[in-house]
């Protein structure tokens, strides 16, 4: 069976930097093809896509984030984790991580972050 | 920047047939995914490939992806289909999500 979880702050100040682990089981993120992905979902809207490692360290990021994203594996925990700088208000949302082999999935439960002073 | 364009609600009567349609420049060169989400929980994917179910998702799901537009179909729709859907596609080395669709099912 395969689960992640996201966890992480739930409360950032604007301007700081937001750190995020998904802590998956089930799946090896070196396994030809797997990769992980970060998708993010503001209260009432639509889900954004944000960043995906793959099994090979190969990054791809959200053109309109990548200034402000960073995305990293730690094979050895099982772990992917995304920090995200700069931190406004219009980034509150539900942070998820989902493995991505044919599409994402599956999903984790989700983690809600507010930006806010 | 790539945009998929889905109409943000369509209603549907139960047993009948609800088609959600996902819009973007040569779609058909894309593949298309679907994901559904209910209240309060997360995305699950219902199609991927254009046309592939996952294990456990119920046969009355389908798709299909041809010219600008991919389309889920959901045959003898129940009412715990009613949910929100999201079409994704892969573009220019960055993945996209659709404007999402409200099913209701009436």
């Known amino acids: 069976q395969i689960t992640l979880k996201e966890s992480g702050p739930t409360l950032v100040k604007p301007t700081q930097t937001l750190t995020l682990t998904c802590t998956f089981s089930g799946f090896s993120l070196s396994t030809s093809g797997v990769g992980v992905g970060w998708i993010r979902q503001p209260p009432g809207k639509a889900l954004e896509w944000l960043a995906l490692i793959y099994w090979d360290d190969d990054k791809r990021y959200s053109p309109s984030l990548k200034s402000r994203l960073t995305i990293t594996k730690d094979t050895s925990k099982n772990q992917v984790v995304l920090t995200m700088t700069n931190v406004d208000p219009v980034d509150t949302a539900t942070y998820y991580c989902?493995?991505?082999?044919?599409?994402?999935?599956?999903w984790g439960q989700g983690t809600l972050v507010t930006v806010s002073s | 920047s790539y945009e998929l364009t889905q109409p943000p609600s369509v209603s549907v009567s139960p047993g009948q047939t609800a088609s959600i349609t996902c819009s973007g420049d040569k779609l058909r060169d894309k593949y298309a995914c679907w994901y559904q989400q209910k209240p309060g929980q997360s995305p699950v994917l219902v199609i991927y490939q254009d046309n592939k179910r996952p294990s456990g998702i119920p046969e009355r799901f389908s798709g299909s992806n041809s010219g600008n537009t991919a389309t889920l179909t959901i045959s003898g729709t129940q009412a715990m289909d009613e949910a929100d859907y999201y079409c994704q596609a892969w573009d220019s080395s960055a993945y996209v999500f659709g404007t999402g669709t409200k099913v209701t099912v009436l």
């Open positions: 989902a493995q991505r082999l044919s599409g994402f999935d599956p």
